[in-house]
């Protein structure tokens, strides 16, 4: 039903950039809330940035004014791009997709909550 896969990944040094895509496949009738975590080995999934279906941005403090989430021209993928790259930076980066409350009731279901892709690897060097 919903397909999630994540690109763009790779290694920089600090202070370089790279741009993020995330590609979501399912019902042409849903409208997805999007958003963007990061996770380093033995420790939490943390919350980065969010799209919701009406656009609307939302940022982590630790990249507020750094990263940029937007909505490309295909109406099902989103991209990160993230300049000023730190090593604090590095970690593995993942795409949800989460049923709009915009979305019909009946058909939220079907769009599904909390549709993960399987992560794509940043890593910033000093």
């Known amino acids: 039903q919903v397909q999630v896969m994540e690109s763009g990944g790779g290694s920089v040094q600090a202070g370089g950039s790279l741009r993020l895509s995330c590609a979501v496949s399912g019902f042409t009738a849903c409208r997805y809330d999007m958003s963007w975590y990061r996770q380093v080995p033995g420790k939490g999934r943390d919350f980065i940035s969010a799209?919701?279906?009406?656009?609307?941005?939302t940022y982590a403090d630790s990249v507020k004014g750094r990263f940029t989430i937007s909505r490309g021209n295909t109406k099902n993928t989103v991209y990160l791009q993230m300049n000023s790259l730190k090593p604090d930076d590095t970690a593995m980066y993942y795409c949800?997709?989460?049923?709009?409350?915009?979305?019909?009731?009946?058909?939220?279901?079907?769009?599904?909550?909390?549709?993960w892709g399987q992560g794509t690897q940043v890593t910033v060097s000093s």
């Open positions: 799209i919701s279906a009406e656009t609307v941005t």
């Open positions: 949800k997709a989460d049923a709009s409350p915009s979305t019909e009731y009946w058909l939220r279901n079907q769009c599904g909550y909390n549709n």
